[in-house]
């Protein structure tokens, strides 16, 4: 635990989305936030936001795809605010496109983000955690880490492997105070889809998904609309954070957990027809 009166969260990726209603919400419920971003440019609505209402957020430039960014920054700000109680690993970032289409290297940066740079902030800050025997580990994953969708392969992939990853640490963690949670959110309000990295090879000649492709973007358009206020996201990262026996998943929106419900008790074949009707038909 922190030393101060208020207890600290660190989040990645707070310049927007999720990662940013959840420093306002937090910070609003009493938590002094420690919010980063790879750029203070992008950090200035959150600074203006926090000056103007008076909220306990501190922000940092900090690059987590990055070991020398984190290895020089981080230690300051765990010295600063005497450790933190919760880390809230939230940058990342959708790769899309059809599986075949994709590269080696963009496959390899997608997981840099999603899911090494997550690994690096974890093994920053659990000596602390594992020395006081207590904290919070949230790592933000998707519905995505429990079933894919056409053409996400890439990204479900950086999530199935977060949330197996979290999943040992979990068991791991327990026993020495440690909480590992993930939080799958369905579809929310945020700048995932204008952030999202369209593989260079998605409409090359020689690759037949044309037809495939114009059908899936006609339907996402339509459950686009459906996207809700992230502060939902937000206030379930509270839940989370403040439980001290937190579940392990909390997924986020009823269609997400329609969904993942449906893949588990409906057969394979019949799932599968029901996920290409919604979104390649
Ligand atoms: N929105 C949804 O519907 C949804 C659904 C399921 C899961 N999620 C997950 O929720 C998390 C937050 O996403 P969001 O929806 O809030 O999207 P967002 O508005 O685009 O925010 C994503 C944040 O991640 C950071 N980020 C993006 N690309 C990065 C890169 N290459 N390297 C390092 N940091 C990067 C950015 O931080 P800086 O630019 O400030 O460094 C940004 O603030 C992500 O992990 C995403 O996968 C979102």
């Given at each position: 635990?922190?030393?101060?009166?208020?207890?600290?969260?660190?989040?990645?990726?707070?310049?927007g989305?999720?990662?940013?209603?959840?420093?306002?919400?937090?910070?609003?419920?009493?938590?002094?936030?420690?919010?980063?971003?790879?750029?203070?440019?992008?950090?200035?609505?959150?600074?203006?936001?926090?000056?103007?209402?008076?909220?306990?957020?501190?922000?940092?430039?900090?690059?987590?795809?990055?070991?020398?960014?984190?290895?020089s920054?981080?230690?300051?700000?765990?010295?600063?605010?005497?450790?933190?109680?919760?880390?809230?690993?939230?940058?990342?970032?959708?790769?899309?496109?059809?599986?075949?289409s994709?590269?080696?290297?963009?496959?390899?940066?997608?997981?840099?983000?999603?899911?090494?740079?997550?690994?690096?902030?974890?093994?920053?800050?659990?000596?602390?955690?594992?020395?006081?025997?207590?904290?919070?580990?949230?790592?933000?994953?998707?519905?995505?880490?429990?079933?894919?969708?056409?053409?996400?392969g890439g990204?479900?992939?950086?999530?199935?492997?977060?949330?197996?990853?979290?999943?040992?640490?979990?068991?791991?963690?327990?026993?020495l105070?440690?909480?590992?949670?993930?939080?799958?959110?369905?579809?929310?309000?945020t700048?995932?889809?204008?952030?999202?990295?369209?593989?260079?090879?998605?409409?090359?000649?020689?690759?037949?998904?044309?037809?495939?492709?114009?059908?899936?973007?006609?339907?996402?358009?339509?459950?686009?609309?459906?996207?809700?206020?992230?502060?939902?996201?937000?206030?379930v990262?509270?839940?989370?954070?403040?439980?001290?026996?937190?579940?392990?998943?909390?997924?986020?929106?009823?269609?997400?957990?329609?969904?993942?419900?449906?893949?588990?008790y409906?057969?394979?074949?019949?799932?599968?027809?029901?996920?290409?009707?919604?979104?390649?038909?």
């Open positions: 635990m922190s030393r101060g009166e208020r207890k600290t969260v660190l989040i990645t990726g707070s310049s989305g999720i990662g940013m209603a959840t420093a306002i919400y937090l910070a609003e419920k009493g938590y002094s936030v420690v919010a980063t971003s790879r750029s203070d440019d992008r950090l200035a609505a959150l600074k203006s936001l926090a000056a103007e209402r008076r909220l306990p957020i501190s922000t940092v430039v900090m690059d987590v795809n990055s070991d020398e960014a984190v290895n920054v981080l230690p300051g700000v765990l010295a600063e605010h005497g450790g933190v109680d919760a880390l809230v690993n939230n940058a990342g970032y959708s790769l899309w496109g059809p599986g075949e994709l590269s080696i290297g963009e496959l390899r940066d997608v997981f840099e983000t999603n899911f090494y740079a997550a690994f690096r902030m974890m093994q920053g800050v659990l000596p602390g955690m594992t020395e006081l025997g207590s904290g919070t580990i949230v790592n933000v994953t998707s519905v995505e880490g429990r079933i894919v969708t056409p053409f996400n990204y479900g992939a950086t999530k199935f492997a977060l949330e197996g990853l979290s999943e040992a640490m979990r068991l791991e963690l327990w026993p105070g440690v909480r590992v949670v993930v939080i799958e959110p369905g579809l929310y309000s700048n995932l889809f204008a952030n999202q990295v369209v593989a260079d090879r998605t409409e090359a000649s020689d690759l037949r998904y044309g037809p495939l492709l114009a059908r899936y973007r006609k339907h996402r358009a339509g459950y686009d609309r459906l996207a809700k206020d992230p502060v939902k996201v937000a206030r990262i509270h839940r989370a954070i403040r439980s001290k026996r937190p579940r392990f998943r909390y997924t986020v929106g009823a269609e997400a957990t329609l969904g993942i419900l449906a893949s588990r409906l057969p394979e074949r019949l799932f599968q027809t029901l996920v290409s009707r919604a979104l390649l038909r």
